[in-house]
């Protein structure tokens, strides 16, 4: 090893320290966290509405005249207040050259629930700064640390919800590895006991209040033996807390086969798993009930929640003047997850009715040939 290696090692176990420092830090935070929110007690509730990029504006535009719909009385009442917030667009946050720009924090700390259309993160080439993105970035600032994703497809007997760990593996310090050399590269992945057991603890709730008879744990502990092996034995300690539902622990590889296999998918009910697994997993799940612009996504913290669509910016469409076409979908079931979570459940329940409607009498087609997202919006009005 010549002198110019050894400096760069020295250079990057620097680094790693001052990282797994700071990382510590977090765990010590996230374990003095303890209460979750009681939405009832409030006064009033501020919804965010934050349109992010692409097709992002639209299609959270006609969400919001739903969501002005469903709320009226409340919002006239004063107990719920809907707050837009402009400022997550890509341009704004490579102008600031931060995932989240300062102010725009400010504004979504101010809201109890978040609204949110989807965002652009900067790749390679594309001409913008390496910035973070702008999702895990709100994740990590507000402890958004549930990814929940719902599947449903009755007709083929799927009904899977599936609890990703929002906030650590190798999402955690993503934009933090460290190019030793120009022949190594080295990336990280974290776990926490406490990040590892509240994520198993909401999974294993929501089996327990809906009676979900299966919580399946999603691993590769038998590779990635110390982080994964951590999140594999605390879920199964956890779920030795519920001994009237099932646990059973499968890895990744294999359960994105046996998703595909009628004869075994039906058998899964809620799975709980590491924040990349999850990522990859509940995109290959939507595709059984229409794609990823057909399933929303709630991201739930202790003190914050924030609810998006699942599919990308798709800012190609706005370029090529297709924006009308941009399904809405997605965000409006977003937007049913957010009123359960409010609460607001009467609420939810007639939107999700009105959804499953449109999904049978509208179709929207990105190429232009169908109905708009105003189509859809109408439609829904009309139902409701």
């Not at 504004?107 to 790749?123: A, D």
């Not at 007997?157 to 955690?172: H, S």
């Not at 939810?348 to 189509?375: F, Q």
Request: proline fraction near 3%.
């Amino acid at each position: 090893m010549n002198d110019i290696e050894k400096r760069a090692i020295d250079e990057a176990v620097e680094k790693f320290r001052a990282l797994m420092e700071t990382q510590l830090e977090r765990a010590k935070r996230i374990k003095e966290d303890k209460d979750f929110i009681d939405y009832q007690s409030l006064d009033k509730i501020v919804i965010g509405i934050c349109g992010g990029d692409g097709i992002g504006p639209k299609i959270t535009r006609e969400s919001q005249r739903v969501m002005d719909f469903l709320l009226k009385e409340e919002v006239a009442k004063g107990k719920v207040e809907f707050k837009v917030i402009d400022g997550l667009t890509i341009e704004n946050r490579a102008a600031h050259l931060q995932a989240i720009p300062d102010d725009v924090l400010e504004e979504l700390k101010q809201c109890h629930v978040i609204l949110k259309g989807p965002t652009t993160t900067p790749r390679q080439g594309d001409g913008w700064p390496n910035v973070e993105s702008a999702n895990v970035a709100m994740r990590k600032a507000l402890d958004l640390f549930a990814n929940v994703r719902p599947v449903k497809v009755p007709e083929q007997g799927i009904d899977w919800t599936f609890f990703r760990e929002n906030t650590e593996g190798g999402y955690a310090v993503g934009s933090n590895g460290v190019n030793i050399t120009d022949d190594l590269a080295v990336d990280f992945t974290v776990a926490t006991q406490e990040g590892c057991d509240r994520i198993a603890r909401l999974a294993y709730e929501y089996a327990r209040k809906n009676n979900k008879g299966r919580v399946s744990i999603i691993t590769k502990a038998n590779i990635i033996k110390t982080t994964d092996g951590k999140f594999l034995n605390t879920a199964k300690a956890i779920g030795a807390e519920y001994p009237e539902i099932e646990t059973d622990d499968w890895y990744i590889d294999i359960t994105t086969a046996k998703l595909i296999d009628p004869d075994r998918r039906t058998a899964f009910k809620v799975f709980v798993l590491p924040n990349l697994y999850g990522d990859i997993i509940t995109d290959e799940a939507a595709e059984f009930q229409g794609g990823v612009g057909t399933a929303g996504s709630a991201n739930i913290g202790k003190k914050y929640a924030m609810f998006e669509a699942i599919h990308g910016s798709a800012e190609r469409m706005i370029k090529e003047g297709r924006g009308q076409f941009a399904n809405p979908a997605s965000i409006c079931r977003a937007a049913v997850m957010m009123l359960r979570h409010m609460g607001a459940f009467e609420k939810a329940d007639v939107l999700e009715k009105a959804l499953d409607a449109v999904a049978e009498n509208v179709h929207i087609i990105r190429d232009g040939s169908g109905d708009t997202a105003a189509d859809f919006t109408r439609f829904v009005l009309g139902q409701l």
